[in-house]
């Protein structure tokens, strides 16, 4: 388990089980005592031979169940995405070493979110903040972000967009030309 945005990556060894023949588990784990007072964490399961994973992220709260869960909370935004719906992005262009510009659609409405730009590989996790967009009424957006110096001459960049009252995120990439 791990703070949410980090996909669980880096984060604490809560436990561990065998998938069975069908592939299933069902288990419960104890939040380690880092992780104790956060509002979201991620959990990762991870094989220990194939190296395939999957992770999510729940509330931390007493009887949470996330098909009845909400994420909403007191303010003026619509925090809330139906099931099955994630905040998604398209690079419409970039210039060299310069900038590139986005769209996002399926983002929570009239929500703030961080603009993070890295290194290709790092889902921009520990990125350069290089802005901050509103998604608005509809949820959707067009800005154009400038590339860290950092990166320059880098072929591919990761641009991510992480929500600053939910947990909801969107991550990207696109190639330096």
Known sequence: MGRVGTNGIGGFVVGSYNSGDDGTTYGTYEIPGQLQGEQYIAIRFQSKTTGHFAYDFFSNIEGYNFANSNVQTAGTGDWTLPYGTYPNTVINSSVLDTSVTVSGFNFTKNDTYNVYIGAFGTQAIGGVLVG?????????????FDVPAGLHGAAQIAIRFESQNTVYFAYDYWQNQ
């Open 132 to 144: 901050t967009i509103n998604s608005g009424n509809l949820g959707t957006f067009t800005e154009t």
